[in-house]
């Protein structure tokens, strides 16, 4: 089922994703027949990654298979049968260029036969052929080695006074620190205290995002390597608490963060590279209420890597389908300055990185917009996305449904204004004309006759 769930998001939008995650799918169902029920996400993992070694060098191992096989039943190797065709071949290569040179018949056959040439295009298409015939050959005979690696499991004793006064000295110094720095949040950046004069609100929100997310991982780890569950010290009462306090700081630190990363957009704009760290910025705060339920239930390391596989699987299952660029470019739009938006002023050449999920965008501002400069910016930025789309959806190599919604979408909007043609003339990446500097006449040099004699004279 989800193989051909993610066949269908490469039918609508193909992509490098969407391509891993056909391929980890179909590989799943390939191994699944030999793969008990309750297989952990990192048994899977190394199955995986030794199917796909395996796989690459899938025919040179059948053919050395085979090799051994024939040899072993008094056949023939195959390297006897390739000595064996070298004198044929080769003999009859010479011979035959003999004859083509004293028969005319052979030699205008042979010119004619016309064999392809290496030219990029076709090796390009010979080595994907190749990686599909070894994908198909892989899955048709999946291949997977025994004894997998199983996680070390560390034997928990009873620990010393000193390791567990030490945890606890810890913890309090992490959450007495962890506090100020959630109180200066909260009173600075959530609930709008005034700062100091020398400091601007957004000097102190679009400072701390990602280090602050590291300061959380670090506080996993932590966590994870020196209270183990089951031990004496994971037990304690105070200890305890005082972890469930710290994930919790944690929390909101991760909450900061993604407030802070929040601000920088709406005073900047929207990439997919910072949806990208807010999506990762929510997942590590799955990942702090794993790793402390996990101390907290006594549950093995096998659970938490399988609960934040599988949360990690599911957010990638659904960026595959979400089109982040259109969501990026529709965002940007509305929030442009030109447009009466809190933003910053609309950067048209980052739209035109975008491309084709910028298109839909770029239709509705040129039709509602009444700015006539932006217009015109708009028209050949929208112009050039558009010509490369239909060149693309025109051959049947480049065509998606998706791209073919996004021209029915333009169609449709086209019914409430035409598209103006952009005015003439070099463009910039951001539309912009590009002006050229006047050419100066140069003035005419006189000739010595045209002088007054006067001149020449009193010299």
Not at 38 to 66: M, S, Y
Not at 82 to 92: F, K, Q, T
Not at 194 to 216: C, F, K, N, Q, W
Not at 259 to 269: K, N, Q, S, V
């Amino acid at each position: 089922m989800t193989g051909t769930a993610f066949a269908l998001v490469l039918v609508d939008r193909p992509g490098l994703l969407a391509w891993a995650l056909f391929v980890v799918s179909m590989s799943l169902a390939a191994l699944s027949n030999r793969v008990g029920p309750n297989e952990t996400a990192w048994g899977w993992t190394q199955r995986l990654t030794l199917h796909c070694f395996f796989a690459l060098f899938g025919p040179v191992i059948d053919l050395l298979k085979v090799s051994r096989l024939r040899r072993g039943r008094g056949g023939m190797s195959a390297l006897n049968l390739l000595g064996l065709l070298v004198m044929p071949v080769i003999g009859g290569a010479i011979f035959l260029a003999l004859f083509s040179a004293a028969n005319p018949i052979i030699s205008n056959a042979l010119v004619n036969l016309s064999l392809p040439s290496l030219s990029p295009q076709n090796t390009l298409r010979m080595l994907f052929w190749c990686a599909v015939f070894i994908g198909v050959l892989g899955l048709l005979r999946p291949r997977w080695r025994k004894p997998l690696v199983a996680l070390p499991e560390r034997k928990i004793g009873k620990p010393s006074a000193f390791l567990t006064r030490t945890i606890t000295l810890s913890l309090i110094v992490f959450n007495a620190i962890f506090a100020l720095q959630n109180g200066l949040d909260i009173a600075f950046l959530w609930s709008g205290a005034p700062l100091p004069s020398d400091m601007g609100l957004a000097e102190y929100a679009h400072r701390g995002a990602y280090p602050l997310i590291v300061t959380a991982l670090l506080a996993g780890l932590f966590v994870l390597v020196a209270l183990q569950p089951g031990s004496d010290t994971a037990t304690k009462p105070l200890i305890r608490r005082l972890v469930v306090v710290w994930i919790a700081q944690n929390m909101i630190l991760v909450a900061s963060s993604l407030l802070r990363t929040a601000d920088y957009i709406e005073a900047y704009a929207l990439t997919r590279f910072r949806i990208a760290a807010m999506i990762w910025m929510a997942l590590v705060a799955v990942g702090l209420m794993l790793i402390c339920w996990r101390m907290l239930a006594g549950k093995s390391a096998y659970w938490l890597i399988n609960a934040n596989a599988m949360a990690a699987l599911i957010v990638l299952a659904v960026v595959s389908v979400v089109d982040l660029g259109a969501v990026v470019a529709g965002w940007n739009v509305r929030h442009a300055k030109e447009v009466g938006g809190r933003g910053v002023a609309l950067d048209l050449g980052y739209l035109h990185t975008l491309g084709a999920p910028a298109l839909v965008s770029l239709v509705e501002l040129e039709t509602t917009t009444d700015d006539v400069v932006l217009r015109d910016r708009v028209a050949a930025v929208r112009q050039d996305i558009l010509l490369n789309v239909r060149r693309r959806q025109a051959e049947w190599r480049g065509w998606t449904w998706r791209d073919q919604r996004r021209l029915d979408r333009i169609d449709a909007l086209q019914q409430n204004g035409a598209l103006s043609a952009p005015a003439t003339g070099a463009r910039d990446w951001d539309g912009r004309l590009l002006l050229t500097a006047p050419t100066v006449a140069s003035a005419p040099i006189a000739s010595p006759l045209s002088v007054p004699l006067t001149s020449r004279t009193e010299g």
